[in-house]
Each structure stands twice: as structure tokens, then as C-alpha cells.
């Protein structure tokens, strides 16, 4: 793992529930308020909030979970699609006797996670979607296609898809499955066909956009997601890529938490109006 990617803690429990087909993985570490982290594509719990989630769980309890054909869970026959992995989200938190709770996702998990506020929005309170696009063109061109930009320092490197790959192997049910799965994945961002603007324009929770300054996200689409987000608030992390985001602990936790306490004069909302963090 990279440096600073090393939780340094153990989750108070952890994991399957059974929904849709699936034997979902998730920990929680921590009490309080419930935070769903949603990871990025082809990443575990660990490779993505690693850096992290303790200061996250120091105030809540995070409610980490791997996604279809990632990490712990394995794979079944099925697309990996938007709506599905969503679902899947949706049955853990019924199995968990959890009604509402905030979410925080990266990438694929910030896709995730603004599927389940569109469809579901009275099981989401706050949002955080970073490194998340609404639409194809969100993208810079070489993600999508890398011949585009040859070299282009916003892709991942070498030693990220190592990481990646290791990662997966050192806990997946099938380590041999990674370039299967990958193959298998890539039509869920490279097919994405998006929302219109206008269910955007339509939410009702609390939303933070988080991107880095050289993202896949275009620096543009971010702030147009901004404005049409009703209350929303942008963070642009100077000197940050998409594989670095959810690294940069020293600007994202404040951010985050920040975001997560509202002002002491706002109603609370949803199931955890006595937490400190509420």
C-alpha cells in the first residue's frame, strides 16, 4: 500500500449480508451517526479510505462496504450496473436496521451513491460525492479513450494498477478473477449514459463535490454540477489527481467533517439527531 493507506485499525465487526444474490462485505468501525463509505472501482475499503477512515470513525460509525466483484465480495452473474449496486446498498442497510445515513463515495461509489439519492432519496441525509461526473463529457477525453492524451498524468500509473491488483488478490474469493472483472466493470463507467440535468437540479440532501485539479472529473463539470445542485458545496484539492483524492487526508477529513456537522441552528435530520456529529 501506498503511504498513509494503512487504516491502523480493525472495524468493531465485520461481515456478509446477504442481498440480491450477493454476499455483501461490509465493516463498521465506530458509533454514532451511520457513514456509508462507497469505494472506487477495482478498490477495496482499504486501498481507497484507509487514510481516512479512522479520523472519519473517531465520531461516527462508518459503514464500509465492498461492491459487486470487489475486495471480499465476490462476483456474481450479473452486470455491475449503477442501479443494481445501489440496490445492493440499499438491502445492507435494511439488513442492518439502518433507515437513513449519510454516504460518502469515490468514483464508481460516488456514482453509486448519487444513484441511490436519485432513486432513494429518503434513505440518504447528507452526500459526498467525490471524483463523481453526471455525464459522459464529465470526463476528461483520455479517460475514456487513453490514446487521446498519451502520458497523460491524470491516469492511473503502473504502480497504482499494481496496487490495485494486490489489493484484490490479498482478499478476493477468487484472486485469479481481477482482469476478468475488470473487463466485466468497464461498461459501467465507459457505457454511463448519465441524468439529466434536471434530477440534479431536483435533490434534496445536503451535497459536497469533491474533486482534485487534476482529476478525471473536468474542473468545469464540476462546478457545473455545483451550480445545479441546490446548496451544494465544491472542494478542489490543489495538486491532487483521482488516485490521490481519497489520500489526502490532511485536506479531505476537515472538509469532510466540516460538511457532516451542520450548524448548531439546523433541524436535524433523519435517525441520528443526538449524535455529536449532528
Same mark, same amino acid.
Request: net charge negative; glycine share 8%; hydrophobic share 40%.
Given at each position: 500500500m501506498s503511504e498513509g493507506q494503512e487504516s491502523g485499525t480493525y472495524p468493531s465487526s465485520a461481515g456478509y449480508a446477504r442481498v440480491n444474490g450477493l454476499d455483501l462485505y461490509y465493516e463498521i468501525h465506530g458509533t454514532g451517526q451511520p457513514l456509508v463509505l462507497l469505494h472506487g472501482g477495482l478498490l477495496t475499503i482499504d486501498l481507497t479510505f484507509g487514510g481516512i477512515l479512522p479520523a472519519l470513525a473517531a465520531t461516527r460509525q462508518v459503514v464500509a462496504v465492498e461492491l459487486q466483484g470487489h475486495g471480499h465480495t465476490g462476483d456474481i452473474d450479473r452486470d455491475p450496473t449503477l442501479a443494481y449496486l445501489a440496490d445492493d446498498v440499499v438491502g445492507l442497510l435494511d439488513h442492518l436496521g439502518i433507515d437513513r445515513a449519510d454516504f460518502f463515495g469515490f468514483s464508481l461509489g460516488g456514482l453509486t451513491a448519487l444513484q441511490l439519492a436519485l432513486t432513494r432519496p429518503a434513505r440518504v441525509d447528507r452526500l459526498v460525492l467525490a471524483s463523481t461526473h453526471y455525464r459522459p463529457d464529465g470526463y476528461h477525453p483520455e479517460v475514456l479513450d487513453p490514446r487521446a492524451r498519451p502520458g497523460s498524468r491524470r491516469m492511473p500509473t503502473e504502480s497504482d494498477f499494481q496496487e490495485m491488483y494486490e489489493a484484490y488478490a490479498k482478499v478476493a474469493p477468487d484472486p485469479g478473477r481481477f482482469e476478468a472483472f475488470a473487463e466485466k466493470l468497464q461498461p459501467t463507467v465507459h457505457a454511463f449514459e448519465g441524468w439529466p440535468a434536471r434530477t440534479l437540479a431536483g435533490l434534496e440532501a445536503p451535497v459536497l463535490l469533491l474533486v482534485g485539479d487534476t482529476d478525471?472529473?473536468?474542473?468545469?463539470?464540476?462546478?457545473?454540477?455545483?451550480?445545479?445542485?441546490?446548496?451544494?458545496?465544491?472542494?478542489?484539492? =490543489?495538486? $491532487? $489527481?483521482?488516485?490521490?483524492? =481519497? @489520500? @489526502?487526508?490532511?485536506?479531505?477529513?476537515p472538509m469532510v467533517r466540516a460538511f457532516l456537522r451542520p450548524p448548531a441552528d439546523a433541524s436535524p435530520t433523519g435517525t441520528g439527531a443526538g449524535s455529536d456529529d449532528r
Open positions: 478525471f472529473v473536468r474542473l468545469e463539470h464540476a462546478v457545473e454540477m455545483h451550480e445545479l445542485i441546490p446548496g451544494s458545496q465544491l472542494g478542489v484539492l =490543489p495538486g $491532487t $489527481t483521482h488516485s490521490d483524492l =481519497p @489520500r @489526502r487526508s490532511d485536506l479531505v477529513v
